[in-house]
């Protein structure tokens, strides 16, 4: 089935939002093997907007539609569809009562605008919107399908993964299922090294990856009748490929690597302290993004002058005398200051330089040092890193979440001996 | 002029990327008062990028691709251009030394297809890429315009921010220039009632309203022959807005909250030092997002837990029992502990509910306390915001910025006086 993602609204074309919709619908369609072929993009324009749906019916099976669902004279999307495929608007009294009922809750008026919300093409089927007013729908002529969902994000998103998806998949008979391996640690094409005679042989189950600053996500999916069966398909792939990443695979569920080394500490109840430099708070602050972490995380510290080093740290006047802020000594002394004033299980510091200005000969821009500080010692770890202060800044935090993740892995294994 | 931007690339068909090309390339396309129809995304298939060109050519004068313009075989824009518009495909001698140089530089090996990318259709116009190999060009037919641009955001910006938008902008004799007035402390819907009789009035300077979380961009847009007779046209409409908005303006200049408040302080050296709870370190990530901030910003205190509040800031055991870790004695507590230890000129702190869970009927989610120290004294408010814990995180942050920008500039007009 061949596809295109038909979004409509001049704020688009303005370039006051970027259309991350189409992304959005682009993934989920192909993860059930909907081939997208065609974003477009138009104005609330009657003629355009005419001229482009048939346009993409001409060219395509498949045509979602995101926007102009509104209650306004600008809102055109219904009124051209039932226009182009020969179909009468009627009122759909449920739709109506749920809109009442939105307007109840939101305690306000309600318009006679928001009537034209509830008349939707004779024949369809109703998508509801519980974020909305605007309510969906899927319309059927000759061998083509329209599918009408609201521009908002929060609105369309919920109701394409709940309706609209399975609604397609029930039409192929097929159920498409994906797992999503998360890495850390190895760059993309050195993971595709790693894969690529499974790549070359794949067959039922499609191996595709992505790469984002830092981390790279394999995508495996295949089509079966069943999830079980398409679970019990992919199964021997994914042991495969989780084989040959070994500890670099940090998720099996398609989370963030913050994510997933924040629940390690609080499921495992390891209290943690910080002691920041050049990420200037940018690990305390992804760390507690996690709701939860209070009964694990004991503070940070942002030590962003010597003085701060010594009062907060109990760094010594000494270290930062002879070897400098940005030096492996002084990593140490911070992680294990800062575990040792918070008693926490770990203690862990950043220290480096993120750029532009600060770097020499000896210490550039990148150079940056990491510890992790426990009862048993410390392990502090040189990185040196490319990019600007942002990239930086962030492949650091990256790479304290994996050091965390890997201790706490470690020790529950050597716990478990 | 109509335009329309194609973006080229089965990546942005698969959901892997964001077409962020065209929001970026429609803001400044608006911008010299050019009109976006549509945005079209096409995959890497020459057949289908032949159709979408043809389409866009017939129904626009301005065309601008953005992608495929690689060294692989998939990369078929210019190939296709030329196609389409009839001309030879010829070696541009320059682009291949900047192409040699480039490799050189990378110390990377150029490969025979690198060659490809230097040859470009005859009599165009070549825009230079100082960011990687692809050159871009224009190329005119039949008063259609088809600008080329490779995908990469680094790449693709600057070439059509120093040479399409220049070029477009000497075709049609006007120059466009708009002023970007940024606003913090007002919705938008406020904001337009303060504005709206401008709004109602606007002949040659068109006025926009833009809101993003917390903050409100007011553009201000006019079209002239010179820069000069634009700002001369631009001012009134300005000084008249800015009267409105009085001290909620915080930019003229389109920064960033943080990027004000954070350049004021280093400005005026006036150090500082935060103590953070609920926001976790997301004031001082952001306040180090900004080089040079180490000259006043000396450190930052997360106190997670009442241990730290007691330790690092010399919160009283008492205040916090008799008030509780969120409450206004606390706050005021935290501000002078961090100030009197980082002896700064300013102490900052925050203590709040930023949820899903620890709110109660008396301190529900969202109530946030923050408070300002400096010699004299300490400035103590109590937010209650609405929303989940990212934006009550984000928001309390923002916060926080536009107090120490007004205390700044109230410090500095106190002191001119």
């Known amino acids: 089935m061949k596809a295109e993602i038909l979004a409509v ?3 688009l074309l303005m370039g006051q939002i970027t259309n991350t919709n189409a992304q959005y619908i682009s993934q989920k369609l192909n993860s059930i093997g909907i081939d997208v072929y065609y974003h477009s993009v138009v104005g609330d324009n009657s003629g355009r907007l005419k001229e482009s749906l048939l346009n993409a019916l001409n060219r395509c099976d498949l045509v ?19 226009d182009v495929l020969e179909k009468k608007l009627v009122l759909h009294e449920e739709s109506l009562e749920r809109i009442k009922l939105f307007f109840d809750r939101m305690k306000r008026e309600m318009t006679d605008n928001n009537i034209k919300q509830a008349y939707l093409p004779e024949g369809c089927t109703v998508i509801e919107n519980n974020n909305g007013t605007a309510p969906g729908c899927i319309v059927e002529k000759d061998a083509k399908i329209v599918v009408m969902l609201p521009g908002p994000p929060k609105e369309m998103k919920p109701m394409l993964d709940d309706t609209v998806i399975p609604y397609l998949e029930q039409k192929s008979g097929y159920k498409t299922v994906s797992k999503y391996l998360r890495v850390f640690g190895i760059g993309e094409s050195q993971l595709e090294d790693r894969i690529m005679d499974l790549v070359d042989a794949q067959k039922e189950v499609t191996i595709a990856t992505y790469a984002k600053e830092g981390q790279v996500t394999v995508r495996l999916t295949t089509k079966c009748k069943t999830y079980e069966e398409a679970i019990f398909k992919i199964k021997p792939v994914e042991e495969e490929i989780a084989g040959r990443l070994g500890d670099n695979l940090y998720s099996t569920e398609d989370e963030e690597l913050e994510y997933v080394a924040s629940k390690l500490l609080i499921e495992h109840g390891i ?18 993004d996690v709701p939860g972490i209070s009964k694990v995380f004991n503070r940070g510290i942002v030590s962003y002058s010597n003085e701060a080093k010594m009062e907060n740290l109990s760094v010594s006047p000494e270290t930062l005398e002879k070897y400098g802020a940005v030096s492996r000594q002084t990593a140490i002394e911070m992680a294990e200051g800062v575990r040792k004033t918070a008693k926490t299980d770990l203690g862990i510091s950043v220290t480096g330089i993120a750029g532009p200005d600060g770097g020499t000969d000896q210490k550039p821009v990148g150079l940056v040092y990491v510890a992790l500080a426990d009862k048993s010692g410390c392990d502090c770890r040189e990185l040196r890193l490319t990019g600007n202060r942002d990239r930086i800044r962030n492949m650091t935090t990256l790479y304290v979440f994996d050091m965390i993740r890997r201790y706490v892995l470690g020790a529950v294994r050597i716990n478990k001996e």
Do not use: F, Y
């Not at 979602?64 to 039932?82: S, Y």
């Open 271 to 288: 209290t943690i302290s910080l002691a920041e430099s050049c990420t200037g708070g940018m690990i305390a602050s992804r760390l507690t």
């Open 9 to 11: 609204g001049t704020e």
């Open 64 to 82: 979602i539609m995101a926007g102009g669902l509104g209650p306004t004279q600008d809102d055109l999307t219904k009124e051209t569809v039932a």
